[in-house]
Every structure is written in C-alpha cells, then in structure tokens.
C-alpha cells in the first residue's frame, strides 16, 4: 500500500525532511482548547525517537526492549491511531557486546513506512524490513558485518578487540522508487569507518556503498571503492579496494538522508573526523556531502566554515541533524542544515554556493559573547562560572547548539530549528536557560530572526516567554513539526509546545512525565512529534513505566 499525502510516513514527514504537515484541520485558531490526549500507550522501553504515522497506524521503535533477553534488544510496534491499541509487535535480541557505545541495543530512529514495508536501522548495524500490516519481517541486511548474502562485503568492527564500540545505525533510512538510503557508522571509536549504502527496498540488496571517510587528499572517493582492510580478502565483483591509510576517519552519517528528486541527488550530514579538531576538519567531516542517488557518485561537500563556531576552541561539533530541502519564492531549491556548534547555513542545493550563514545562540547586543552560553572549562566542578577568556583558550564540545533538523513554512519563508543539546552534561546541561531560546524562528533568505525581539540584552522572543527562557536547561534537542500556522515543539523538559508561526505566542502544551535521575537532577527526552490530519503522535523517555510513553494525541472538534 502506498503511503497518503497526509501521513508522515518517514523521517520529518517526507524524503526533503520538511517537516510540514498536510491535510490537517489543526490550526492557530482551535490548537488551545480543540487538541486532547486521546491515548498514553506504555511501551517496554524508551523512545529516542519520532513515531512514523501510516494508514491510521504508529510505527516506532524502543531503545532498550524489557522484553529482550537481560534488556539487550528492541522492540517495534505498530499502533492504532484511533483506539491506542498495539495491533502488532515485533522484538529482536542481540548479545551484550554488540550494543552501541552508548548502551543502546534496540533502535533510535524514524522507520519509512511505504508500499507495504516498514524499514528501520538499529544500533546492532543492521537494517530492517518487515510487513507493514503484520510486522512480519521480510528480510534483514548485516551493515556492521559482512553479509554476503545481500552483497555487503565490509566489516566494520576495527577496535573491537580493544573494547571500542563497533558501528551503529542511528541514520533514519529514506525509500524513494525502490530504493533505500541509510548512513551507518560510530563517532566515539577512532579506527572505524562510516559509510552511506544504497540498498534495494524488495530484497536488502546492496546496490552501491560510499566510503564517507576520504582516502586521498583532493580525490574524490569513488562508490563501492572501499578500505581494504575492512574487506576478508580481495573485494568482489563491482567493488574495489582502497589499501592507505584514509585522510581521517569517522565523519558518520548519524541523521536521516535527505533526497531531492529534481536533481536526483542525496544530502548527507556529516560528523566529526577521527582525530577530531575544531573547524577547519579533515575529508568530508562537520557539513554536508552530496552525492548522485543513482550511481552513489561524489557531487560535492560543504563544511561549516571556521567563523561559524561560538568559539574557535569549538570542537566535536559533528552535524547531527538532518539537511532540510526547500523551494524558495522565487522557485530556487534550497537546503539547509544546522550545526552543533550553533550555527546554521543555506545552500544552493544545486550549484552548494553558501547563500547565508547564522549562529543561532546569543551574543549581546554589541556583539560580545556571553560566558554562560558554550562554556569551556578543565574543571570537574559543575556548572563552573568561566570567563570568556578561558572558555576561549580551552578546547571543549559545544553542548548548546544544535541537532535538530528545521521544519519549514513555506507561506511565510521560515525555518523553525531546535536548540540546545542534551540536558546531563556537567558542564553545560541544556541552555543558557535566560538567554537561549529552544527554537529559533528565521527568516529563509537572510536566516535573521523572524519573530519579535523584546529590548533584552540579549533580545528574546518577546511572545514565546515562557515557556522560553524560563525553565532551568531546558532545550531544544529535538525536531520541530509545522502545520499549517502552527509549529510544534518538544524539549527536554519532556513537554511539548504549540506555538503561533506568526510571532510565537504560545498556544498549547503538554508534559509528558517526570525525569529519570541523572547527573543534575535528571533528564529525559521527547524527541520530536510527528503529525498526520488531526491527530499528533510523540513518544519519550520519563520515569517509569519502564521509560517508553507513546502519546495519541487528536483535535476534538464541536
């Protein structure tokens, strides 16, 4: 069956990751009283992840299944819309050891749900495949080791004998005529390789791979050209083999793959290189890769420019958020993509010119940074109150900016973005709660702020105050959603929001749960919400009720 115009059936609602919903009722005019929880439908662990809406259904996923053997594996279900009702149920087991690096065993992506399947990466390496209507799995392709069954030759487990973690798939896939594409690798083991893979959507097959670490200074990597080492002998048939040692490694592919079908091309965001640095980085590292989805060819690669960073000491400032491509006012395709080193860009999707640039947390008024916002500190104390001047002079990861992908308006020109990373950092949980919004509104063309500022130094969204810059750390980590004049958004106070696209009165909200403990209290995740007609769809990560909640919600009209 194939997908309807209204659903939100892959990752950000479709294959550009708009992030704008269709064929809805839900407007600024009825969200506040008329949008009702409709259902809470515990799960057997926690979502890291937005829900696919298909066919009246909820496809998602858990991280940690209870119901795996010792907690090690996941679980898939498919939920009705209409009643809450869990209609199918689909669970894999995996050992201890292949877990990714973070702990998680079952899944931390959006599936694409198509023409009668429903695909997903884990965080075993793995993709896949199974009957939309009974979750039946109907194949499974081994992307972390060989498989030659499915014509996949690379084995990606170097480091393993050191208890370094093997690569992992956090890459919501995207299938488009018969076709799927996927990112696989790891950031935190400094001898793996990633690579983006064009699989065959009936069998699993793979079609081409690309090597996303490049082998040679100023060489473009060829598809199927692939690290020797990786391979258990020479390569077979259609692929060759590449034995040097690489520009870097790393450079993972962690969000979804965006496509475009007027240029038939894939839009990759990349992490950061192994041995990491601030910007400039090495080979295809912190920007976009472009590359032609019929042939897996090299078409280009931007990376974010060295006066994006908050601060030059930035470093690890992967992009961890997917590309968003769009059609401007005067018909030009355009695409854009945000950086965890808090800045954001638009591209020509064609030509990759860089048609405007922002960094998207604060500065006063005169242009000075603020110490609280990307503090940099040696100090084990939490939350240590640095200077500019040190956190200037010390490398450190930039915890404020952002992994989200935007949402786009189409009727006013605007890009809706989240902000602020993860909430358990010792150093720098969430935001800078009184100067740091958890979304920015910008205009398309100039990326200047499109709401209205107060006289703040420095300004804030004058209407979304609160819920911004009011609750301690709470941030934006997730992905915004648009419809029609409405934009919603979650955090990592496990709420989410609705609010005027116009100037960002706050319409509705919601909270989900309680935090879990953690460093600094707690934390928990709501990673975005997914809509389709009337009803919006968002799981999370609370206390209790073995940390999975899917939430139905559905606007209840007179």
């Not at 996941?74 to 201890?96: M, N, R």
């Not at 793995?126 to 209507?133: A, N, P, S, V």
């Not at 060989?146 to 487990?157: G, K």
């Not at 993860?422 to 958890?438: K, Q, R, S």
Request: glycine fraction near 12%; charged fraction near 15%; include cysteine.
């Amino acid at each position: 069956m194939a997908q309807a115009p209204s659903d939100w059936w892959m990752y950000h609602g479709d294959p550009a990751h708009s992030g704008l919903a269709t064929g809805s009722a839900i407007t600024s005019a009825n969200v506040g009283t008329g949008l009702k929880t409709l259902h809470d439908v515990e799960l057997d662990g926690p979502i890291l992840s937005t829900p696919a809406l298909a066919g009246g259904f909820a496809y998602v996923g858990t991280a940690n299944s209870h119901d795996a053997v010792g907690s090690n594996g996941g679980s898939f279900y498919k939920v009705e819309l209409a009643t809450g009702a869990i209609a199918a149920v689909f669970h894999w087991d995996i050992p201890a050891a292949e877990r990714d690096t973070h702990g998680f065993c079952g899944m931390g992506c959006t599936p694409a749900v198509t023409e009668g399947r429903v695909y997903w990466s884990a965080f075993n390496g793995r993709i896949y495949c199974l009957d939309q209507e009974t979750l039946e799995l109907a194949w499974v392709t081994d992307l972390r080791y060989a498989d030659e069954l499915h014509n996949q030759p690379v084995t990606n487990d170097l480091g393993a004998e050191q208890g370094l973690p093997p690569a992992a798939g956090w890459s919501s896939p995207v299938v488009v005529d018969g076709r799927l594409y996927v990112g696989i690798g790891e950031g935190e083991n400094p001898f793996l390789y990633a690579f983006v893979y064009c699989l065959d959507a009936a069998t699993g097959d793979v079609i081409w791979i690309f090597c996303t670490c490049q082998f040679q200074a100023d060489v473009a990597n060829r598809p199927n050209q692939l690290p020797a080492e990786l391979l258990n002998g020479p390569p077979p048939a259609g692929f060759t083999a590449f034995d040097g040692t690489p520009v870097c490694t790393g450079c993972s592919v962690w969000a979804g793959i965006a496509y475009d079908e007027r240029l038939n091309r894939l839009y990759c965001s990349t992490g950061n290189p192994q041995p990491d640095s601030g910007l400039p980085s090495a080979g295809y590292s912190n920007g976009l890769l472009v590359l032609d989805a019929g042939t897996g060819a090299f078409v280009g690669c931007v990376q974010f420019p060295p006066e994006s960073s908050y601060r030059t000491t930035d470093v690890d400032v992967d992009v961890g958020g997917g590309p968003t491509l769009f059609t401007d006012a005067q018909g030009k395709r355009r695409v854009g993509l945000g950086c965890k080193n808090g800045s954001y860009m638009v591209l020509d999707a064609d030509t990759l010119e860089r048609l405007a640039l922002r960094q998207m947390l604060p500065f006063y008024q005169g242009g000075g940074q603020i110490p609280t916002v990307d503090p940099h500190s040696n100090s084990p104390a939490m939350n240590p109150p640095v200077s500019n001047e040190v956190s200037n002079r010390t490398n450190g990861e930039n915890y404020s900016g952002t992994y989200s992908t935007a949402a786009v308006h189409p009727g006013t020109g605007r890009l809706f973005v989240g902000l602020g990373g993860n909430n358990y950092h010792a150093l720098a949980p969430g935001i800078d709660t009184a100067t740091t919004p958890f979304m920015r509104a910008l205009d398309w063309e100039s990326l200047a702020d499109a709401w209205p500022l107060d006289d703040n130094d420095p300004p804030r969204y004058a209407k979304a105050m609160p819920p911004m810059y009011t609750n301690d750390t709470e941030s934006g980590l997730s992905v915004p959603a648009v419809v029609n004049d409405v934009v919603f958004m979650a955090t990592t106070m496990i709420s989410v929001y609705a609010f005027a696209v116009a100037d960002g009165t706050l319409l509705w909200q919601d909270n989900l749960g309680s935090e879990t403990g953690g460093y600094n209290g707690g934390y928990g995740y709501c990673m975005g919400p997914a809509v389709a007609g009337d009803y919006v769809v968002a799981g999370a990560l609370v206390y209790g009720r073995d940390g999975g909640l899917l939430r139905i919600y559905k606007l209840q009209q007179d």
